[in-house]
């Protein structure tokens, strides 16, 4: 109570004349009151008596309703301004008087009204709204809508969609599964016609480098003993899938070797050619896919190759080499053997001390990361050594792999597996990460309804020179 | 009665005499060729009546008129000893057929005698079965005759007679003949027919001469009840002005038996003040009197008590206090606890993703401003009148705002407007809560947040009244605000706030506006809406000039647009079932721009005709349906309304409406076919019809996204406030259906809303009382949405959504409350079943079928009638519907 007369006093500032007692009344001199009693006994005040019909009657007294309480008498001088009853007001209930609003014939009542004409009767019953409650105050960054973004950024689909329009192809309303391999490939063509080395002068790009396959093809006519040579670069290895495909190696070099027909300009008629491809160029990431998904005519629906296909942590890839780039790869071949062969040597005599800094790092990466030491050692010289001095040996380490689970092209789920910085697995379900161990990422090779890799992604073993 | 369709089997003389003169005439055909034959099969004491019969008509034409008497008197004797099954004539009448025209003859021949009356009373009676088609000879005979007790001849030649007189009335009216002679006969019939359990019979005698007055004298406390009932439910039926003579006898004599509250209800039918007041006056027990302001205030009248009618001025403010309405939160409150439905529900907990298969489900991180807005209604309806929900209220604990404000500032611009008069759905009916609760918002900088405050106010008034007159004071100075959305929000606001009052304050306020040159076209639109709700059917001269000017003035590239075509709604709204009073107006229409004009006159004609059941302004709309146009006609729409708003008033009419509605389904052109589901929407509001509820299925999924969002909406119309779990399981599949689209997810989104209305405590249906009364502004509320809905894409989905509150003024609890004398909240067993249509059937049969027993509060759905399972009370109303007085039964003794 004492806050709210404190506070009065500073509202009512061309009021100060008046004092307010605590039960918000003002007291009024004896000649303006007719009736001192009356204040007292908080009772209405009675009608005018004949015997003071001198003096001005100027109190009226009136209920206030307020939310869901009623103040029975509160009286109102009227040869005030409505403001002082305000302030009587702002007494009983708190709420400050530029926050009242007094609903009287005609509308609210003004600060400045005058209360004959306003017309208040004595008993009348006046409704007061208004709160002491926080003003609603909009937060200074309001929120972000979907519909104010640009509409590029709604959905990150549908940039692709635009982009590739035959990844909104829908069915029943909804979007249709698509090929993991197609968004692939489609992303890296997009990244390596937009994505250029600023220092290459000859625009020699990141994605070839990074992900380019250079092949050399021989494509000869048994026939007419045409023969032709041409290179070409792809941007990953297909491991085709046949009968005779157990295993990843034997699928990539069936690839390799491929029949076609076309015409032969000798022969004047068209005749079977066999290309003979040898990879003339690695990439620091080797992407194989295995090709599981083919059209089925006679069942017009793509299906899918159940077939277990086994592929390996590590991954040769020398003898899918060109004689050229064998040659190449012989010297850091043997660095590589070397360093193996002392690893070896070190492993096999027990507590020789270690030499170099460069070893001392491979030993903690080989305990830390059990078993998978190759790939860690290459990632831990990577932040070591300039980029010019590595050199690629044609061995892979597998550091990804997509799988699908589901028995057609159309449906299903994709899942990636994902090998970290420390080695340990990752499988990432969608918005759901899970650890995995490493031998069992090696049983996605399929032959069965558990996931299957579709995509494997390997990356180079360097060698420092 | 002939004329007009029969209501039910039982009801209507003088069509069912025809009908049976017809089945007795069948044999008499060809008399001779069966009669011979007949005679062969006689049984021996048939034989003997035969001769017997044969004999007394020789000797009627013998000269002794002694013996021509005694003859006459053993005729009549045997005529009337005569029993006979239901399908087969009397024998002795049967038997003196092949000898009618020789008796005829000799009447003729006879002088004038008693015994002349006594053959012509035979003949009378004869005639039942012999006279040609009309010949009405039963009748003539029975004129000539002695005029002796006409029930002595039974009841099938009583009915006969009552056929003729209507013929021959109709006859002696088109030629001015007196008709003195028949009116004496037709009292005998009518007392005889009041005495033996026929009113129907009587009633439509009397509605056939013309004379309903006689009526009142011949009912007693016996079968006023009867009477009266058949009198109310076939004044829907009667055309023109006869509609209302019936219910004014009817008034009268539940005024003569005391029957008050029925009185009270015809006399609201009647939209009559005087009668009401009548009421008011005629009764001095102050308990029936609040009973009487609980049924004011449910129709939601306006009407204002003077000393007349209540002496006491401390009574007469609780009195007042029942019509203002101001304890309908409190009891509709009590319904919710005690039903446990206390509990807030969120809009997650209304659209049940988990109950949906993967995709819809995955929350989008980032919020849409369409899909909060959606949330922002849908948490309003659900939990409208609560006072508590979790977006926009937070309990007072935590009064820090935080929660409430986050909330409002998830809309987005306009949105905002109606998230801010979301809290005065969630506080509908409490004025003092809502009022301090919304003020906060008064002091807000934002536009949008001060015009949802404004309208929020307006929705917390709807349908109370309170002395302060708190809306109006806080409204009205806002209505000349710069800024069209807070004008909106004031207008409207008013508009919620005082439907149907006739305040003249507002009227004054508002009808400068519509001469604004300036004022754009949607503040203008809101501005006549509002005048036709606040002066809904009162027919206002001031008002309807001031629209038309309005209309008139704006440029023609303005006539086209959306908001152009709700100002002829305004303009109808006024005349809302008033019918042919708007012909004045209808006329000046005609003048309007060729854009208008013709939209204008629809809107006129069904509002004016709504609720009226009138078949011939059904079939005109049906007309104007049925035209081809190459390009879309605005006014075919609010044609297509215009039968649904005709044809609502009653059941028959309602469900070959539904069978039109289908053809033109099937015919119509795109804009026909997009109005289609609104007017089932209004056909079955709350009323969810497998058969309608499987049409709007089947239109939700229509190729023309218009049609299927009206189709949605309609299906949350039809489902509003029932919970109806089947609609709530299509809007579901509807939500995953459409996720992509956002403006038919917003309709999905509203739909679900509605269906769990108030939690399903709420109606929206305008009819009460047993579906017989029209509460005007409920009516006017719902149209002037589906006027909305006809151009979705302007309204609801652009920036005037928050035209979907005036869903408010149809808002109302679907319970029955019962209190004790105190007005205090009494649990009393309760029967409550599907109601049965019992008009016009002898006896006291069962008015309700497949009931189970509650205790109050209960709840009733759409077609539920409630009767009391317990003696110990006495309802101080025959309709057992929102609250209801009991009183102690002095009679009753306890078994124990």
Known sequence: MVDHVTTIYQCTLPFHEYKINSRGHLPFSTSKLSHPNSKQNQKPLPSPHPANAEAPITMVTVSVKWQKEVYPAVEIDISQPPYVFKCQLYDLTGVPPERQKIMVKGGLLKDDADWSKVGVKEGQRLMMMGTADEIVKAPEKGPIFVEDMPEEEQVVNVVLRKKYPQFGQQSNGAFMQQDAEECWTQLLYTLSQSLKLPSSSEGLDVVKALFGIEFDNRIHCAESGEESTETETVYSLKCHISQEVNHLHEGLKRGLKSELEKASPSLGRSAVYVKDSRINGLPRYLTIQFVRFFWKRESNQKAKILRKVDYPLSLDVYDLCSDNLRKKLEGPRQVLRDAEGKKAGLKTSVKTSVSTAGDSKMTEAEESSSGSGEASKSTAQEGLLPEEEHQLTGIYDLVAVLTHKGRSADSGHYVAWVKQENGKWVQFDDDNPILQREEDITKLSGGGDWHMAYICMYKARVVPM | ?896
């Not at chain 2, 034409?61 to 004797?77: C, I, P």
């Not at chain 2, 708190?470 to 409204?475: E, G, K, T």
């Not at chain 2, 009931?851 to 317990?870: I, M, Y």
């Open chain 2, 1 to 896: 009665m002939s004329k007009t369709p029969d209501p039910n089997s039982t009801g209507a003389s003088g069509s069912k005499s025809n009908r049976e003169e017809a089945t007795i005439k069948v044999p008499s055909k060809d008399p001779k060729k069966k009669d011979d034959k007949k005679d062969e099969d006689l049984s021996e004491e048939d034989l003997a009546l035969k001769q017997q019969l044969e004999l007394y008509v020789e000797r009627v034409q013998d000269a002794d008129a002694g013996l021509q008497k005694v003859a006459l008197e053993s005729m009549r004797q045997e005529i009337r000893t005569a029993t006979s099954s239901m399908t087969s004539v009397p024998k002795p009448l049967k038997f003196l057929r092949p000898h009618y025209g020789t008796l005829k003859g000799n009447y003729e021949k006879m002088p004038d005698s008693d015994v002349k009356k006594l053959l012509a009373d035979i003949l009378s009676v004869l005639a039942l079965t012999m006279s040609a088609e009309g010949e009405r000879e039963s009748l003539k005979y029975r004129l000539l005759g002695s005029q002796g007790d006409i029930g002595s001849w039974g009841h099938e030649y009583v009915r006969n007679l009552a056929g003729e007189i209507s013929q021959e009335y109709g006859k002696r009216q088109s030629e001015e003949a007196p008709i003195d002679d028949l009116m004496e006969l037709v009292q005998q019939i009518v007392a005889f027919h009041m005495k033996h359990n026929a009113e129907p019979e009587a009633v439509d005698l009397l509605m056939e001469v013309e004379d309903l007055d006689l009526l009142v004298e011949h009912v007693d406390s016996t079968n006023y009840k009867r009477t009266c009932s058949y009198l109310t439910s076939s004044a829907k039926y009667l055309p023109g002005p006869d509609d209302m003579l019936v219910l004014d006898i009817a008034y009268t004599i539940y005024m003569k038996f005391e029957e008050y509250p029925s009185a009270l209800v015809t006399a609201l039918y009647l939209d009559n003040t005087q009668y009401v007041k009548q009421v008011f006056t005629s009764c001095d027990d102050l308990l029936r009197k609040k009973q009487f302001c609980y049924i004011l205030a449910r129709h939601g009248q306006t009407f204002e008590l003077d000393t007349e009618m209540c002496a006491e001025d401390e009574e007469r403010e609780r009195l007042q206090e029942i019509i203002n309405n101001t304890k309908l939160s409190e009891g509709y409150l009590t319904l919710a606890r005690d039903i446990e439905v206390m509990e807030a529900k969120t809009p997650e907990d209304i659209y049940k993703p988990h109950l949906l298969d993967g995709r819809a489900s995955a929350g989008a991180s980032v919020d849409s401003a369409r899909q909060n807005l959606a949330s922002t209604f849908v948490n309003a309806f659900v939990n409208a009148g609560f006072s508590q929900d979790k977006l926009m209220t937070v309990p007072s604990e935590a009064s820090s705002g935080a929660a409430s404000t986050s909330w409002l500032f998830k809309n987005k611009e306009h949105g905002k407007a109606s998230a801010a008069a979301s809290l005065g759905m969630i506080l509908l009916w409490d004025v003092d809560s809502g009022l301090a609760q919304l003020d906060k918002y008064f002091h807000s900088t934002d536009t949008h947040v001060i015009a949802g405050a404004l309208l929020g106010v307006g929705i917390v008034n709807c349908g109370i009244k309170n002395e302060c007159d708190p809306a109006l004071a806080l409204l009205a100075e806002y209505i000349d605000k710069e800024d069209p959305s807070i004008r909106i929000g004031a207008i409207m606001g008013l508009g919620l706030a005082y439907a149907g009052s006739q305040n003249e304050q507002i009227r004054d306020k508002l009808t400068p506006i519509l001469g604004d040159s300036k004022a754009s076209l949607d503040v203008l639109a809101f501005t006549a809406i509002s005048l036709g709700l606040v002066y809904v059917g009162s027919c206002n001269e001031e008002i309807a000039q001031a629209i038309i000017f309005a209309l008139m003035e704006r440029i023609e590239s303005e006539l086209g647009e959306p908001f152009a075509r709700l100002l002829p709604l305004g303009l109808g709204l006024l005349y809302l079932g008033k019918q042919e009073s708007v012909e004045a107006t209808a006329e000046v229409s005609k003048t309007f721009n060729e854009k208008i004009r013709k939209h204008c006159d629809m809107t006129l004609l069904s509002c004016a005709y709504a609720g009226t059941g009138n078949v011939l302004k059904v079939q005109h709309f049906l007309g104007q349906c049925a035209q081809h146009f190459e390009k879309g006609e605005t006014f075919q729409g609010p044609a297509v309304l215009g039968i649904a708003m005709v044809a609502m008033a009653e059941e028959l009419g309602l469900e070959m409406a539904i069978r039109s509605l289908e053809h033109l389904l099937q015919y119509g052109e795109q804009n026909i076919r997009r109005a289609v589901p609104l007017a089932l929407a209004l056909l079955c509001i709350s009323n969810p019809k497998v058969n309608v509820m499987d049409t709007l299925s089947r239109l939700s999924h229509d190729s023309d996204s218009e049609v299927a969002m009206a189709a949605i909406v309609s299906l949350g119309l039809i489902g509003a406030g029932t919970n109806n779990a089947r609609i709530a399981g299509m809007l579901r599949n509807l939500s995953s259906y459409y996720y992509k689209e956002a403006n038919l997810l917003f309709c999905v989104r509203i739909a679900q809303g509605l269906v769990h209305l108030g939690k399903g405590l709420l109606t929206l249906s305008p009819y009460h009382s047993e579906h017989f009364l029209l509460s005007p502004t409920a009516l006017a509320g719902l149209v002037t949405l589906l006027y909305a809905c006809l151009d979705m894409k302007a309204i609801v989905l652009g920036k005037y959504h928050y035209i979907l509150y005036f869903l408010t003024l149809a808002m109302q609890p679907r319970m029955l409350l019962t209190v004790d004398e105190n007005l205090k909240p009494l649990s009393v067993p309760v029967r409550v079943g599907q109601a049965v249509d019992v008009v016009g059937q002898a006896g006291r049969p069962k008015t309700i079928t497949g009931f189970q027993t509650h205790s109050t509060p209960v709840l009733l759905a759409a077609g539920d009638r409630a009767e009391l399972a317990t003696e110990k009370y006495t309802p101080l109303s025959p309709i057992l519907e929102g609250f209801v007085i009991l009183k102690e039964n002095p009679d009753y003794r306890d078994d124990q």
